[in-house]
């Protein structure tokens, strides 16, 4: 059966709701609707939605609702934030389609030390970009947990990342099957903002692994 259009699934996320008091150590930033809904959306035309899925460092549930959307029966959001997480469930009540299959599982845990038994799972992830002092290499960290609970992953990182994501899932017997570049817009929400909004560059990466 056909899903829902990229677009239809995109129009449905943009009516989550976005942190109400971000930390910027954890570096929680809004996954745009569109990015998540193209993630998604390929997933399904992939194939990569008929086992477990597992958003990693789930925030307000946007990755983890919108695979749910696009027909993923069985989805794990993952955050280390109780605060996120009592906002992701709040973001799956607004939409009735992500909650009718009872599909949606939100649990409190680490990243990169996840309380997780996967080996087979599709993981869809928008990682700290490790801009944050104290926080570089922290989608290394994130990819390392991907590898091994994971068949197949998309994630998002910062633009000019390519060399350093290809290198790390070769070394690990992974493969980059796709990648696309998307417009991450960022509102001032930190201190050390000094616009209203700036727009990042980022990279989604499909990783096939062994």
Not at 8 to 13: E, K, S
Not at 151 to 163: A, C, D, F, L, R
């Amino acid at each position: 059966m056909a899903g829902p259009s990229r677009r239809t699934l995109a129009r449905a996320l943009e009516t989550l709701a976005d942190f109400a008091d971000p930390t910027a150590a954890l570096e929680q930033y809004l996954t745009p609707p569109e990015i998540a809904a193209h993630i998604c959306h390929q997933a399904r035309l992939q194939d990569d939605l008929e086992g477990w899925v597992v958003d990693l460092g789930t925030g307000t549930g946007m990755l983890a609702i919108a695979a749910s959307l696009a027909g993923a029966r069985q989805v794990v959001g993952l955050d280390i934030d109780p605060d996120a997480l009592a906002v992701a469930r709040e973001n799956a009540a607004r939409i009735d389609e992500a909650g009718k299959h009872g599909c949606l599982e939100w649990l409190r845990g680490d990243a990169t030390r996840p309380p997780l038994s996967l080996t087979d799972a599709t993981v869809v992830s928008n990682p700290p970009f490790g801009a944050q002092r104290g926080n570089r290499h922290a989608d290394r960290e994130f990819l390392e947990t991907t590898r091994s609970i994971a068949s197949v992953s998309y994630t998002i990182h910062n633009e000019g990342s390519q060399e350093f994501v290809e290198s790390f899932a070769d070394d690990e017997g992974g493969e980059v099957t796709h990648a696309f570049r998307a417009e991450f817009p960022i509102a001032n929400r930190f201190e050390f903002h000094t616009e209203a909004e700036e727009t990042l560059e980022a990279e989604v990466f499909r990783i096939e692994w062994e």
